[in-house]
């Protein structure tokens, strides 16, 4: 079975500082993985993804993650974060022989002035 | 291009009602997938489709719940006999295929309050 943990629930930044969500998942298989953003009241947004090309993942509005097997983890970082950054962030790992997606719980970013 | 779009966007009712979600997928998407969104909470899976294949209906969390996809194309959520427990967002996303790395491109939800 495949399982994704967040680290935080609640993550709070100054404006200008650096960004990191946590994550960690599970899988028998090399897996793909996701960071979506969801802003209040809107569905989720695709951030980026992992599939394999490459350990390091830049995807939309400055945020990255590395892929690190040993250590099962997948971060998102970002080195400066800005107010519009405030949001709910979910890290997916799709199950490569299931057709489901596998949500962490999320973490709420709050970013402050 | 166009989004997946999710109608109505809110929708208020009484308990015992009997409610339709709609989601209409991006046009070419063989994959659609419907997720509920408590307060505060992830999302929980629901209901899967791909293509012409049997739904999965693994996530449907009681026989009040069903969802069909008519001609691979838009999809509606049905919920009966609503409870105050079926408050929640209502997520639908769609994908080109079931690839592993096919991301998911989600809708704005349809909020669902019952009375």
């Known amino acids: 079975a495949q399982s994704v943990t967040q680290l935080d629930s609640h993550v709070s930044v100054s404006e200008g500082t650096p960004v990191l969500l946590r994550c960690n998942y599970s899988?028998?298989?090399?897996?793909?993985l996701f960071w979506y953003v969801q802003h209040p009241n809107k569905g989720l947004q695709l951030l980026l993804k992992y599939t394999s090309a490459a350990t390091l993942v830049k995807g939309i509005n400055g945020f990255e993650a590395e892929f690190k097997k040993s250590e099962t983890s997948f971060h998102l970082t970002k080195p400066s974060a800005h107010m519009s950054d405030a949001a709910e962030y979910f890290c997916?790992?799709?199950?490569?022989?299931?057709?489901?997606?596998?949500f962490g719980p999320g973490t709420r970013l709050s970013v402050l002035p | 291009g166009a989004g997946v779009s999710q109608s109505p966007s809110n929708k208020v009712t009484e308990k015992g009602k009997d409610v339709e979600l709609r989601c209409d997928p991006i046009s070419g998407h063989t994959a659609l997938y419907w997720y509920r969104q408590s307060l505060g909470q992830g999302l929980e899976f629901l209901i899967y489709?791909?293509?012409?294949?049997?739904?999965?209906k693994s996530g449907l969390p009681s026989d009040r719940f069903s969802a069909e996809r008519t001609g691979g194309s838009v999809s509606t959520l049905t919920i009966q006999r609503t409870q105050q427990e079926d408050s929640a967002v209502y997520l639908c996303?769609?994908?080109?295929?079931?690839?592993?790395?096919?991301?998911?491109?989600f809708g704005d939800g349809t909020r669902l309050s019952i009375l």
């Open positions: 996303a769609s994908s080109p295929g079931t690839r592993e790395n096919q991301p998911q491109h």
């Open positions: 997916v790992v799709n199950r490569n022989y299931g057709q489901n997606f596998v």
């Open positions: 489709f791909q293509g012409n294949s049997a739904p999965d």
């Open positions: 899988s028998s298989y090399s897996p793909s």
